[in-house]
């Protein structure tokens, strides 16, 4: 059974600590907005982070993989799973709206599985290999970067914010994780903000995308098992595309376009696998989460960088992009080939046509690397 625990403070630092404890305190106190929305601050996360405000959880390295399913691995990474650490069975992330009154539908029919990483090659054939292969197998780097698919939980932890709605933040040691996921681009709305549905007037930017074949049967666990839930609710699609977000605008009238622009690329019949992903298993009862803060305002700028024709290192290269990639211009097309980098949160928030209040997974849109875009059908 998962277990928690938390440090001490030393105790010829404890009168120091404890006057760093109430000025992080003050600093760290939000708002939070109730209908889905993350609250934006200008703080620097707490310089000093107290082992007792984290959750760690400690698992048996030996135990046997809950998620681990062969029928999912594509052939070029199936060996790259053995040595991943174990993760329990029975944790999902589920959709938390109607698909109906979502904005971000890609509107593309992507039947059966998630994505086959095996495709790749014949649908995008000038894509760098080592960017891809490269993207998918990265576990973590310094300082602060991790791959939620293929790191172990025993460097995750769960850091809790002050404010009047509970709330969690995804950490890697003392820092917030920046978490680095590749996909395939589903929807891209990151140029410019746009109404996030016909009736309301508010805006935001972000990504769409659809995970790999048992990658995202190690990111639902994962994220599920450090957040401490079995079943969490997060912005997905019915084609299985999870949105990548900045905050949302305010809620006063604004002018904008519509999300009504798409680009005309078809996917390939064979680059989903047909297989869907079992049913978890039933787990056993978890406590709840909390909430967390997000990085990016709507009308920020979403650096996406251009790896098309440059390989990126994914152990030095992430702390320095803008000094090793040039930028990509305009819309991300359907379908390509892009690692996305942002933070993650959890908190309580409502589940589409019911009053019930849910564990949501928030991903805090940071930036964009395109590693490969198909040919347009204009």
Same mark, same amino acid.
């Given at each position: 059974?998962?277990?928690? *625990?938390?440090?001490?403070?030393?105790?010829?630092?404890?009168?120091?600590?404890?006057?760093?404890?109430?000025?992080?305190?003050?600093?760290?106190?939000?708002?939070?907005?109730?209908?889905?929305?993350?609250?934006?601050?200008?703080?620097?996360?707490?310089?000093?982070?107290?082992?007792?405000?984290?959750?760690?959880?400690?698992?048996?390295?030996?135990?046997?993989?809950?998620?681990?399913?062969?029928?999912?691995?594509?052939?070029?990474?199936?060996?790259?799973?053995?040595?991943?650490?174990?993760?329990?069975?029975?944790?999902?992330?589920?959709?938390?709206?109607?698909?109906?009154?979502?904005?971000?539908?890609?509107?593309?029919?992507?039947?059966?599985?998630?994505?086959?990483?095996?495709?790749?090659?014949?649908?995008?054939?000038?894509?760098?290999?080592?960017?891809?292969?490269?993207?998918?197998?990265?576990?973590?780097?310094?300082?602060?970067?991790?791959?939620?698919?293929?790191?172990?939980?025993?460097?995750?932890?769960?850091?809790?914010?002050?404010?009047?709605?509970?709330?969690?933040?995804?950490?890697?040691?003392?820092?917030?994780?920046?978490?680095?996921?590749?996909?395939?681009?589903?929807?891209?709305?990151?140029?410019?903000?746009?109404?996030?549905?016909?009736?309301?007037?508010?805006?935001?930017?972000?990504?769409?995308?659809? *995970?790999?074949?048992?990658?995202?049967?190690?990111?639902?666990?994962?994220?599920?098992?450090?957040?401490?839930?079995?079943?969490?609710?997060?912005?997905?699609?019915?084609?299985?595309?999870?949105? *990548?977000?900045?905050?949302?605008?305010?809620?006063?009238?604004?002018?904008?376009?519509?999300?009504?622009?798409?680009?005309?690329?078809?996917?390939?019949?064979?680059?989903?696998?047909?297989?869907?992903?079992?049913?978890?298993?039933?787990?056993?009862?978890?406590?709840?989460?909390?909430?967390?803060?997000?990085?990016?305002?709507?009308?920020?700028?979403?650096?996406?960088?251009?790896?098309?024709?440059?390989?990126?290192?994914?152990?030095?290269?992430?702390?320095?992009?803008?000094?090793?990639?040039?930028?990509?211009?305009?819309?991300?097309?359907?379908?390509?080939?892009?690692?996305?980098?942002?933070?993650?949160?959890?908190?309580?928030?409502?589940?589409?046509?019911?009053?019930?209040?849910?564990?949501?997974?928030?991903?805090?849109?940071?930036?964009?690397?395109?590693?490969?875009?198909?040919?347009?059908?204009?």
């Amino acid at each position: 059974m998962a277990q928690f *625990f938390s440090g001490k403070r030393a105790a010829a630092e404890e009168d120091r600590l404890e006057a760093t404890a109430h000025a992080v305190k003050a600093r760290d106190t939000e708002t939070h907005e109730e209908d889905n929305i993350f609250t934006l601050s200008d703080d620097e996360p707490p310089s000093t982070v107290f082992l007792e405000d984290l959750e760690t959880y400690k698992a048996d390295p030996r135990a046997p993989c809950g998620v681990n399913d062969p029928d999912l691995q594509d052939p070029a990474l199936a060996n790259s799973y053995s040595d991943l650490h174990p993760l329990p069975a029975g944790r999902q992330i589920l959709p938390a709206f109607d698909p109906q009154g979502m904005a971000g539908g890609d509107g593309t029919d992507l039947k059966g599985g998630r994505v086959k990483f095996s495709s790749w090659k014949r649908h995008l054939r000038h894509m760098l290999a080592d960017n891809s292969i490269g993207a998918l197998m990265f576990k973590e780097a310094e300082p602060n970067f991790i791959n939620p698919s293929r790191v172990s939980p025993l460097k995750l932890s769960r850091q809790a914010s002050a404010g009047s709605s509970p709330t969690h933040r995804l950490m890697s040691g003392s820092k917030i994780a920046v978490c680095v996921s590749a996909i395939f681009c589903s929807e891209s709305v990151v140029t410019e903000a746009v109404k996030i549905g016909p009736k309301s007037e508010r805006m935001r930017k972000w990504v769409s995308g659809i *995970f790999h074949n048992q990658e995202w049967e190690r990111f639902e666990a994962i994220m599920c098992l450090v957040f401490g839930e079995d079943v969490m609710y997060s912005q997905i699609t019915p084609k299985k595309a999870i949105a *990548f977000q900045t905050m949302i605008s305010p809620d006063v009238a604004s002018s904008s376009k519509d999300a009504d622009h798409r680009f005309t690329v078809e996917a390939p019949a064979d680059m989903f696998s047909p297989i869907p992903s079992k049913s978890p298993k039933k787990a056993s009862p978890s406590k709840p989460v909390f909430k967390s803060k997000t990085l990016l305002a709507f009308n920020d700028e979403i650096p996406v960088y251009d790896a098309r024709k440059v390989v990126v290192d994914f152990q030095a290269d992430l702390a320095r992009l803008d000094q090793v990639l040039p930028r990509f211009s305009g819309e991300i097309p359907f379908s390509s080939f892009v690692v996305v980098g942002y933070s993650a949160s959890s908190y309580q928030g409502p589940r589409s046509g019911s009053n019930e209040r849910v564990a949501q997974l928030g991903c805090n849109l940071l930036w964009i690397i395109v590693c490969g875009t198909p040919v347009l059908k204009r």
